[in-house]
């Protein structure tokens, strides 16, 4: 069983959620905005990349290992240094809500 190693968990994370708000004309927007803020203890999944035109591009696909908090799907976002990830996957683990694994993958400019 995998306990909660809260020294592990040096990286702070913003998770984010997709929210509507009114634009002041009657219609509205959707803005990101926190959902939490947590520390995170961070592994690469897998890193897939390739040269295109002299650029190196690829996928990052890391884990997000947090204390649990309720309420996170697959519709939220991860910020972490700069980058955004859509969150893809969650695992609550073991099932016991002490800690939640975030399986995500780093979004490239422009996409949703």
Not at 64 to 87: C, D, H, P, Q
Request: net charge positive; glycine share 10%; aromatic share 8%.
């Amino acid at each position: 069983m995998p306990n909660v190693r809260a020294g592990q968990k040096r990286k702070r994370i913003t998770i984010e959620s997709k929210t509507r708000t009114d634009d002041g004309s009657g219609g509205a927007t959707f803005v990101w905005a926190e959902h939490h803020r947590p520390w995170a203890e961070i592994h690469d999944v897998e890193s897939d990349s390739a040269s295109v035109g002299g650029a190196i591009v690829g996928d990052s696909v890391k884990r997000f290992e947090i204390r649990y908090v309720a309420g996170v799907t697959t519709s939220m976002e991860v910020v972490y240094s700069g980058s955004r990830y859509n969150i893809i996957g969650i695992r609550n683990v073991d099932e016991r809500n002490r800690e939640l694994w975030l399986i995500c993958r780093e979004k490239r400019d422009g996409s949703q």
